[in-house]
């Protein structure tokens, strides 16, 4: 489905500063989009899963399903909708790249050539320059959802015990060391043992290994990248995280990077960590202190 209005149309009728959302998996593209309405922006998306498509049809002016592999397809209409600003937001984990690897153009081959790796890092620095190469400027999600940032403390009823603290603090250096070689930014912990790590398969996939392998609750630590392009793939936990932490026993915590790790649904996360018995705790690195 392709909106009605075209750039042309749009600057006719509106004084608006054009915002493209690049929308993948969650509700945070909704929650982005909404607080870019309410600062006077218009917003369109070009969404980039099925599940973005489907929650960002009622909020936008105009949607386009595209894998991003049609680079130059995807760039055109972003100009039509008179594009000023993007954003990237939305879970888009490698298997679903894999899955559309065909789905490619002469564009974005050519892009791609001049990359020294595929790591992230070289991959999102490049989609950046290719952005801002066509006139729009690539803003970060915290310029729209600050409230999402947690701050270091304990924002549960349960606190951590000295011993899930020296977990928290073991993990935490391990998660940051998995961050910098682009590996993953989660790891599971159980009694300074590190049960899971994660890879290609996301950060639920291998808290539920975690918490399989364990046969109980875990500490569960996320993370940022050392060197993290704040326009890119911030770090994010949810509800999925707290449901694929449930064990056979009530328990388990979850520790994410203070400042960098945004805590979506946090009223509905605080609850059912309460109900569960888990707890939740926004840590700084344990070197800094």
Not at 13 to 39: C, H, N
Not at 108 to 132: C, H, P, R, W, Y
Not at 189 to 200: F, L, Q, T
Request: aromatic share 4%; charged share 25%.
């Amino acid at each position: 489905m392709l909106g009605s209005l075209t750039a042309k149309e749009m600057k006719g009728t509106s004084t608006k500063r054009v915002l493209g959302v690049i929308a993948g998996d969650g509700k945070l593209p909704q929650m982005l989009s909404q607080s870019a309405k309410e600062r006077d922006y218009k917003v369109v998306s070009l969404c980039l899963t099925d599940d973005a498509f489907a929650r960002m049809q009622p909020l936008c002016d105009a949607v386009l399903h595209s894998p991003p592999g049609l680079l130059r397809r995807n760039i055109s209409w972003l100009k039509e909708q008179g594009v000023e600003d993007v954003v990237f937001i939305g879970k888009l984990n490698k298997v679903q790249l894999l899955r559309n690897i065909l789905k490619i153009d002469l564009t974005a081959i050519k892009e791609m050539s001049k990359l020294a790796n595929l790591n992230d890092g070289s991959i999102q620095t490049a989609v950046g320059g290719f952005m801002e190469s066509h006139g729009m400027r690539v803003v970060t999600q915290s310029e729209f959802l600050p409230q999402l940032f947690p701050q270091v403390g304990v924002m549960t009823n349960r606190q951590p015990t000295a011993a899930e603290y020296v977990d928290i603090d073991f993990g935490y250096k391990i998660a940051k060391e998995l961050a910098r070689m682009e590996i993953g930014q989660t790891v599971v912990v159980r009694d300074r043992m590190i049960i899971a790590i994660e890879a290609i398969e996301g950060t639920d996939e291998t808290i539920r290994r975690g918490v399989h392998l364990a046969d109980g609750p875990v500490v569960v630590v996320k993370v940022a990248r050392p060197v993290q392009d704040q326009r890119f793939d911030i770090p994010a936990a949810g509800l999925r995280t707290l449901n694929a932490m449930v064990a056979k026993k009530p328990g388990g915590i979850l520790a994410l990077a203070a400042g960098e790790v945004m805590m979506v649904e946090q009223e509905e996360m605080i609850r059912f960590a309460d109900q569960h018995e888990m707890s939740i705790v926004a840590v700084s690195d344990p070197a800094s202190r």
